[in-house]
């Protein structure tokens, strides 16, 4: 897939801007606080419906303005889609795909699917096991819609569980009440637990590729899913899953929150048997960190049948020569959106300025 052309509206510093891309390397160059970062956010907007950015969709809007809106043709395979958002200034978001009303937002979810890199993205190595989660969660939403609404229900129900033993019920009374709400979160949790397995063990395989490429052979790339239940089939999960959640009853009942789940799962990743979260070097978290994105874009073609459009915001001023120039090597054969202060590399692209809240192509 590709995007054939954006529009943005009163989003960030643009105030209506249309910008024609073409099918293989686009760079977006210019001075910071051009307005480059957010030409990348609202691709990202369009894909998931939300920012990478902030959690407050309303802070995209142009100041003094009352609303933002963004508008992506997206090229497919078999048909081209049209994805139209709009945020007002409470925070509402209204969709429109190939001109007509979506209700909910994973009804555009997966229409256009983004790889996205940033500086920023390195939380995903350094940072808590929330960030991984994210970044699993992320790729899968976007890949499979059975996996969205089941993350949906299970912190929906992980969420009304919390909520009851915040309630200061005295413990009979959560005995009595808690089942109803493990029977479902066992249910859910199972099954994205069991994606998430699938889903590092292929990913773990095209890791390794990527990674080899990226350190010219030096170093060996390993990811595992950490999960505190042991992986069988479906079923022998959700009863694992809801024996463990009996046996943490007390525990959850004196701290008041839900202490077992995949909402505190993890992924394992090292190098040459190092554990990369802990002890390696910048250098090596930035490599790791582009060898997942590398390899979640390959897995997407296996899974969808499509490359995603892969987005790369200010990294290439974060690497050393040897690793650009592999990165821009390994961007050539799908979509790829570069924001940078300068590009000088000596390969085919189309070259965008970018200045105060204005694209012009050079």
């Known amino acids: 897939m590709f995007i054939r052309k954006v529009r943005l509206k009163d989003f960030r510093n643009y105030t209506d801007q249309t910008v024609e891309l073409c099918e293989g390397l686009n760079i977006f160059a210019g001075a910071n606080a051009g307005g480059k970062t957010n030409f990348a956010e609202s691709i990202y ?121 915040k309630s200061g019920f005295g413990i009979n009374t959560l005995k009595e009440t808690l089942f109803v709400w493990d029977a479902q979160l066992s249910k859910y949790g199972a099954y994205i637990i069991r994606k998430r397995y699938d889903f590092i063990e292929k990913l773990k395989k095209l890791a390794l590729v990527s990674h080899n490429t990226l350190s010219a052979g030096k170093e060996k790339l390993s990811l595992s899913y950490e999960s505190s239940l042991s992986y069988d089939e479906e079923e022998e999960l959700e009863r694992q899953f809801s024996e463990s959640l009996k046996a943490a009853f007390e525990k959850d009942v004196d701290l008041a929150f839900t202490t077992f789940g995949c909402h505190r799962d993890d992924m394992d990743i090292t190098i040459d048997g190092t554990d990369v979260r802990k002890y390696g070097s910048q250098g090596q978290q930035r490599s790791a960190a582009l060898s997942l994105k590398f390899a979640e874009i390959d897995l997407f073609n296996e899974e969808t049948g499509e490359k995603p459009v892969l987005l790369l915001d200010d990294v290439l001023s974060e690497l050393d020569e040897t690793r650009r120039k592999k990165l821009i090597e390994m961007s050539s054969s799908l979509q790829t959106i570069i924001t940078c202060t300068e590009f000088d590399e000596n390969v085919d692209h189309t070259l965008f300025r970018v200045s105060a809240g204005t694209i012009k192509k050079a």
Do not use: W
């Open 45 to 165: 907007f369009a894909a998931l419906g939300k920012s990478p950015r902030t959690s407050h969709s309303k802070e995209m809007i142009n100041r003094d303005k009352k609303q933002a809106f963004v508008n992506v043709v997206v090229a497919k395979k078999f048909r081209d889609h049209e994805i139209s958002l709009t945020v007002d200034s409470k925070d509402k978001k209204r969709l429109l795909l190939d001109g007509l009303p979506c209700s909910k937002l994973s009804d555009v979810i997966g229409v256009l699917n983004v790889v996205y890199f940033s500086p920023d993205e390195l939380r995903m190595i350094k940072d808590g096991p929330q960030e991984r989660r994210r970044f699993i969660d992320i790729s899968l939403c976007q890949q499979s819609k059975n996996y969205l609404y089941s993350l949906q229900k299970y912190n929906a129900v992980l969420a009304q569980r919390n909520k009851l033993l």
